[in-house]
């Protein structure tokens, strides 16, 4: 079965500094995977997805993604965060059967 | 084009009620599903719909169930409502439901069990 674990439930960078958020996955078949972004009182927005091709993945907001299939990790990374970056982050796995299966969320702290 | 909408977007029943949500998926979509996300068990499938027929269901009671009509639009019924069941309804549409096809998220509904 597929899965997905995000490590770390907060991470709290100061305004300005490196974003890591980390994703790794467990999948027995070639993986596409997507990172979301839920900002409070709202539903999930797509950062970026893989499916196929090159493994360094652009997304909107000045995020990117690397997959690297010998670690299992697709984590997310933005060069220098915003105040407004501020929200939870879900990496996802999206199964063969038609759904997403996502790791518990990373909540990202900005300070200024 | 507009994007998913959910209807409504908050909530409150007593335990014992039943209760439907509505979703109406972004135009040209086929596929809607749904998850319930609660700060415990955070982000589960319950079902995806596609042309009318549910392709998937998650491990969830039969006292949920959904349907979709010919117009995509879907909608999810819990019936005998327990406290338990006090989260946050999202709805996503995409495409076709493929692997690789992006889902697009409502705002979701916040459903409180009192």
């Known amino acids: 079965a597929q899965s997905v674990t995000q490590l770390g439930s907060h991470v709290s960078v100061s305004e300005g500094a490196l974003v890591l958020l980390r994703c790794n996955y467990s999948?027995?078949?070639?993986?596409?995977l997507f990172w979301y972004v839920q900002y409070p009182n709202q539903g999930l927005q797509l950062l970026l997805k893989?499916?196929?091709?090159?493994?360094l993945v652009k997304g909107i907001n000045g995020f990117e993604a690397e997959f690297k299939k010998s670690e299992t990790s697709f984590h997310l990374t933005k060069p220098s965060a915003h105040m407004s970056d501020a929200a939870e982050y879900f990496c996802?796995?999206?199964?063969?059967?038609?759904?997403?299966?996502f790791g518990s969320g990373t909540r990202l702290l900005v300070r200024p | 084009k507009a994007g998913v909408t959910q209807t409504p977007r908050y909530l409150i029943k007593t335990r014992g009620q039943q209760v439907t949500l509505s979703c109406s998926p972004i135009?040209?979509?086929?596929?809607v599903s749904w998850y319930q996300q609660t700060p415990g068990q955070g982000l589960q499938f319950l079902f995806e719909?596609?042309?009318?027929?549910?392709?998937n269901k998650g491990n969830f009671p039969g006292r949920f169930s959904g349907r979709q009509f010919s117009n995509s639009r879907s909608e999810m019924n819990v019936s005998t409502l327990e406290l338990g069941d006090s989260a946050l309804y999202l709805c996503?549409?995409?495409?076709?439901?493929?692997?690789?096809?992006?889902?697009?998220f409502g705002p979701g509904t916040r459903l409180t069990v009192l």
């Open positions: 996503a549409s995409s495409l076709q439901g493929g692997v690789t096809d992006t889902q697009y």
């Open positions: 999948s027995s078949v070639p993986p596409y």
């Open positions: 893989y499916t196929t091709g090159a493994t």
């Open positions: 996802a796995v999206s199964d063969s059967s038609y759904k997403l299966i």
């Open positions: 135009s040209g979509h086929r596929s």
């Open positions: 719909y596609f042309s009318e027929t549910q392709r």
